[in-house]
C-alpha cells in the first residue's frame, strides 16, 4: 500500500518511480521504490568508491525519503 500524502503524488510515484513487479502482478509500493534506490545507492558506493553505508545512516536518510522530509534525484 501506498502511504503518500495525496492522489497526485501517489500518481507522479506510480508511474514515474515505481516498477512492475511481474511475480505480483503489480507495481511496487512507495516503501519498495526507496528501499530499492537505497539498495541501488548502497551497491553504487560500495562499488565505486570502497565506501560502505552505515546501516543506521541508512536507516535516517530512508526514513527522510519516506516522509517526504527529502526528495533524491531518482
Not at 513487479?21 to 503489480?26: G, Y
Not at 545512516?57 to 522530509?69: G, P, Q, S, Y
Request: aromatic share 10%.
Amino acid at each position: 500500500m501506498n502511504t503518500l500524502p495525496n492522489d497526485y503524488q501517489n500518481f507522479i510515484a506510480l508511474s514515474r518511480y515505481a516498477r512492475w513487479l511481474p511475480e505480483k502482478n503489480r507495481r511496487e509500493t512507495w516503501q519498495e521504490t526507496v528501499a530499492r534506490y537505497f539498495d541501488f545507492m548502497e551497491e553504487h558506493l560500495k562499488e565505486n568508491t570502497n565506501q560502505e553505508l552505515v546501516p543506521k545512516t541508512r536507516k535516517i536518510l530512508e526514513d527522510a525519503v519516506l516522509n517526504l522530509e527529502v526528495m533524491p534525484s531518482m
